[in-house]
């Protein structure tokens, strides 16, 4: 059976009763925020929800796509009616008709959630005024006359900002990009639009993953409520088994190992020009093994695949990195790793570096501060041999090991120094 | 110079310190995890718990206290690019 397509030129769509798709298709994106590929574009989804007292909007669009915005939303309400605008989220795709929407619409209360106003500040400057605004958090509601939206807060879902909006009558979840993807399908529906698991999953491996904490705290809010249907900001509106794009992203942002095996994880990554820093990196190993509940792989930078490493890196508790210094730097296959790990969170991992040089040794200190611009933890000063390691600078390797299994698995010894030790 | 010590609690590690010194000088050296964003106050990133001490540090200036409130932050955090130890024992830990 084919499915036409439901979203036409100019008009809304009607979901249900009172509530109706206002958004925007984009069929000719094909990189979306420098760092997203789409097959077929993307839509900003916006919706609008009458009650019997009046109108809301719940997110808006690309300025670029205001007009067509505008056209749906005055097909289903005058701009008196609107007594709020939500925002779930207030990344310029969803806000970028904000600005004119609150001039047309100068009575509409604006509702955003209670980690949003030092955003919304930058964003509105155009308007010279300090807006007004309603923030919100989890249970706080606003009253349509005879139905009711309310909010739960889910932040860092991507940004700090992110909520989700309920409308219970309906079992309605607006999830801002939660639940969301870049797939632009005229059909709209889940049950009716092509096969869009793929980007489903790319977009949470992207956007959602680096959070995957707070997605699994924000699930533990959200799958209570039960949804019919989930509506997100982006990409088809789940209405067919929305439960199974919950429990999607609840097995992708669970924890795999450290449910299995219940120890600490320690990943020893190298590259190595002589075999010096090899020999370095199986020492620091042969040190860590040393300390109990901690598991140790060792890895040669040179032939892997990076992408294997990233998903290791992201259930790994610490991470350590030896490189060689050429030409006062580490060496690509090092940076390569380092460059790609804003795909997981490694924020609190514990993190050291260690490396063996010929002239000058920057390496290890450039790989430290990259470890901290990472917001990892590094508790143990790294290591840096000349040339050949000798059995004493091995033995400093291997303490190198255990000292960052002993912070690992919390047995490190308390330690008191002055500051002018950390010069 | 009076002497100050900071310690933090996630590596374990005291730090004795100038009177005056302001966390961010020590908390990235020891490999704490407060992590750090625009290290200017205004981004609320490297927002720390004040598990004790924390009437030995300075009052927070208008800046960070806009800040911290714009963060929900409770009573105990402060941010550790802008909190300066004024003398005593301060226990901190990541927010």
Redesign the interface.
């Known amino acids: 059976m084919s499915h036409p397509a439901v979203v036409q030129p100019g008009q809304p769509v009607a979901l249900a009763d009172g509530v109706h798709w206002i958004g925007a298709l984009d069929p000719q994106m094909r990189r979306f925020d420098i760092i997203l590929n789409t097959a077929n574009g993307t839509s900003y989804n916006a919706y609008a929800v009458r009650g019997s007292a009046g109108v809301a909007v719940i997110d808006t669009v690309k300025i670029e796509f205001a007009d067509e915005f505008f056209a749906r939303l005055e097909q289903v309400a005058r701009y008196d009616e609107i007594r709020v605008i939500v925002l779930n989220h207030l990344e310029p795709d969803h806000s970028g008709a904000l600005p004119e929407l609150m001039r047309r619409a100068p009575n509409a209360e604006l509702v955003l959630s209670?980690?949003a106003?030092?955003i919304l500040r930058a964003l509105v400057r155009e308007l010279g005024t300090e807006p007004e605004f309603i923030a919100v958090g989890d249970g706080d509601c606003f009253e349509l006359g005879d139905r009711r939206l309310s909010f739960v807060n889910t932040p860092y879902l991507h940004w700090p900002d992110t909520q989700c909006t309920w409308l219970e009558d309906q079992g309605m979840l607006f999830s801002g990009d939660v639940f969301g993807c870049h797939f632009c399908d005229d059909r709209l529906w889940n049950d009716t639009v092509g096969d869009f698991r793929f980007s489903f999953d790319y977009y949470y491996h992207h956007i959602m993953r680096p959070f995957r904490a707070h997605v699994l705290e924000a699930l533990d809010k959200l799958e209570p409520l039960a949804p019919r249907t989930i509506l997100p900001a982006h990409g088809p509106i789940l209405r067919q088994d929305p439960a199974s794009y919950m429990a999607r992203y609840r097995r992708l942002a669970t924890p795999e190992l450290a449910a299995r095996s219940g120890e600490k994880t320690l990943l020893v990554f190298y590259a190595s020009a002589y075999g010096n820093t090899e020999r370095m990196a199986r020492a620091v190993a042969e040190g860590a093994e040393e300390v109990e509940h901690l598991r140790v792989s060792l890895y040669d930078l040179q032939v892997s695949d990076v992408a294997q490493f990233v998903d290791l890196i992201e259930e790994a508790d610490g991470l350590v990195f030896g490189s060689p210094t050429l030409n006062a730097d580490a060496v690509k296959p090092v940076w390569e790793l380092l460059s790609s790990l804003t795909l997981v969170s490694v924020?609190?991992k514990f993190g050291a570096a260690f490396g063996s040089y010929g002239w000058s040794g920057e390496a290890v200190g450039l790989v430290e501060d990259r470890l901290?611009g990472l917001?990892m933890?590094?508790?143990?000063k790294g290591l840096k041999v000349k040339l050949n390691p000798t059995e004493d600078d091995l033995e400093r390797c291997r303490e190198l090991g255990r000292s960052l299994g002993a912070?690992l698995t919390g047995t490190?010894?308390?330690?008191?120094?002055?500051?002018a030790e950390?010069a | 110079m009076p002497k100050a010590s900071v310690t933090f609690e996630d590596i374990d590690v005291t730090v004795t310190v100038p009177a005056g010194t302001r966390l961010i000088e020590v908390s990235e050296k020891v490999g704490a995890g407060i992590t750090y964003g625009c290290r200017e106050g205004e981004c609320g990133t490297c927002m720390m718990k004040i598990v004790s001490g924390s009437e030995n540090l300075a009052q927070p200036s208008v800046l960070e206290h806009q800040v911290l409130s714009d963060n929900l932050a409770p009573r105990s955090a402060r941010l550790a690019c802008q909190a300066q130890v004024l003398s005593g024992e301060i226990v901190v830990r990541p927010a």
């Open positions: 209670n980690r106003p030092s924020k609190g901290r917001k933890r590094v508790p143990v912070h490190a010894r308390k330690r008191v120094i002055d500051m950390l």
